[in-house]
Structure formats: structure tokens, C-alpha cells
């Protein structure tokens, strides 16, 4: 086996099913298997795998980790794969007909960390060529990325104590960079990422936002570098603004504008940006505080 694609999923199992039928219609794609880690879903998750484990043209494994945490359920999927290269997906991306091709063209050198473009995308209908906008210098993002699997297993996997959103696969791409893997970024290898706005609400990603901030204070302290003081924000000016600049009052404001349907599109985008990003950089310092 040479690819086994790795998605971790929780109550999605609508998103889940396009983007198994996606690997499904894969061209001249290396041998691959994918294995569906089941991150304690309440839906029809199971059923739909095992159904689809029956008659797809590809193997597709299914297995249960009950506590909701992103890097223990990516870790059990690792354990089970049976492919020298892991290539992590989302629930929530279409990938098309040479995704894994790609991915597996990118590796033609030992030890590379390859990451493809991600196309973000309000609807399945929408199947845009990626652009220089979706150019993204991370070292890893497991929204789209591939990796050998002893190198995963080399370094630990994922740390669990990661067990809020964010972060993650960010802190073990230090570790493997660190060890001696190299990035490389393939155009070809590109999805597109099912971003709906009725899923996006501002209280689901603020939710996220704090949890990132959380996140990102563990992050610090297992690697205080300028590299991830940078990354996650926590320079000394961006502490002073979450401490002096960011009132209550502000936040609600920026709320606010961003969730009037009257204003203007371009406004209210601006303002959620902000408050997402003040929400964060409170919390950031709050837990620095601690």
C-alpha cells in the first residue's frame, strides 16, 4: 500500500460522504486505502462508512476514538495505516480526479512533508483552479498534506495534550522539521474545502477562537521560539493591545456590524475580522496571565 488518507470526522456525515465519493473517482492514483477515524460522532457516521466499505472500488477502513480530541484521533488513524505515506484530509473538502496522484508525483525525494493548495469554497457547486491567494507557507496543515509514516511515528505523532481546536498539527510540524523533513508545496496537489456560510456563524468561530488562543499558550510553552511567538501572535505589542486596546465595549461594536445583514458586505467582513481576531488576542493573554 502507498497512500493511506487519514480523515477525522464528528457528526458530519453528509460532508464525509461527498468527500469519500471524491477518492472514489481518484485517476491513476497509486495503491491507497482511507481510513475514516470516527471522532465519538452521534450521527450516522458508522453506518455510512461501513455501508461504503462494502462496495467501494477502494478499501475503507473505519475505526472509533471516543474522546473528541483532533491529534488522538489522527494518531489512531496513523497506527492502523497500512501505506508508507499518510496523506491527511478533512471531512469537509472534494478532491479532484488527481489529488493523490499529485501527492504522490510531489514525493520524489526521501523525506518531505508535502502540503497541497486549499481552494476554500461556499458550495459544492464551486470548483475554482487555486490561485496565488491560495499559496500557504505553513510547514504542515492537515486539511491537505502528506507525510512517510515512520517519520509521523519517529517524532511521537501528534501530542494529545493539543485537545482544543488548533494548533496541533502546527507543533508537530516543528518536531518534524526539526528532525530533518523538508516542506515542499504542490500546486497540483490541491482540494477544495466546503466552506459554507451557514456553518460559519460568528458564535461558532469565536468558540474557535478561544479554544486557538488556549491552544496556542500550550503551544509556547513547549516551543517559546520567535518562530511561534510570531506565528501565534504573542508579541509583546499584540499582548499590550489585548490588555489596553480591546475593551468589551469595542468587541460588541465590531459583533455587532458584523452581524447586521444591512450593512455592507465588505464592512461587516471587516469587522468580524476583527472581533475574531480581538477575541483571540484577549484570550491569548488571559492565559498568559495565569
Known amino acids: 500500500m502507498r497512500l493511506s488518507v487519514v480523515i477525522a470526522t464528528k457528526d458530519r456525515a453528509s460532508y464525509l460522504e461527498r468527500a469519500l465519493a471524491s477518492l472514489a473517482l481518484q485517476q491513476a492514483a497509486p495503491s491507497f486505502e482511507a481510513i475514516v477515524v470516527d471522532n465519538g460522532s452521534t450521527d450516522a457516521t458508522r453506518a455510512l462508512v461501513e455501508g461504503l466499505a462494502q462496495s467501494s472500488n477502494y478499501p475503507i477502513r473505519y475505526v472509533f476514538e471516543a474522546e473528541p480530541n483532533r491529534g488522538k484521533a489522527r494518531n489512531r488513524g496513523v497506527e492502523i495505516a497500512s501505506g508508507f505515506i499518510v496523506l491527511f484530509c478533512d471531512d469537509d473538502v472534494v478532491l479532484p480526479e488527481g489529488f493523490l496522484a499529485a501527492h504522490e508525483a510531489a514525493h520524489d525525494a526521501p523525506g518531505l512533508v508535502v502540503n497541497g493548495a486549499i481552494v476554500n469554497v461556499p458550495g459544492y457547486d464551486h470548483r475554482p483552479k487555486p490561485s496565488l491567494a491560495n499559496y500557504s507557507g505553513a510547514f504542515l496543515c492537515t486539511c491537505n498534506v502528506s507525510i512517510p509514516k515512520a517519520a509521523i511515528e519517529a ?112 464592512l461587516r467582513s471587516i469587522a468580524k475580522s476583527q472581533f475574531l481576531d480581538g477575541i483571540y488576542a484577549r484570550e491569548l493573554f488571559r492565559a498568559s496571565e495565569k
Open 155 to 266: 517524532v511521537g505523532g501528534f501530542d494529545e495534550s493539543f485537545h482544543l481546536y488548533g494548533w496541533e498539527d502546527t507543533e508537530l510540524g516543528v518536531r518534524l522539521r526539526e528532525s530533518g523533513l523538508r516542506r515542499k508545496f504542490s500546486w497540483d496537489a490541491f482540494l477544495w474545502h466546503i466552506k459554507k456560510p451557514s456553518d460559519e456563524t460568528l458564535e461558532v468561530l469565536a468558540r474557535k477562537a478561544v479554544e486557538k488562543a488556549r491552544m496556542a499558550h500550550r503551544f509556547l510553552g513547549k516551543s517559546p521560539s520567535s518562530r511561534v511567538i510570531a506565528a501565534t501572535g504573542a508579541h509583546p505589542l499584540n499582548m499590550l493591545r489585548a490588555k489596553y486596546l480591546l475593551p468589551d465595549a469595542l468587541l460588541a461594536f465590531y459583533a455587532g456590524v458584523a452581524s447586521d445583514e444591512r450593512a455592507n458586505p465588505a
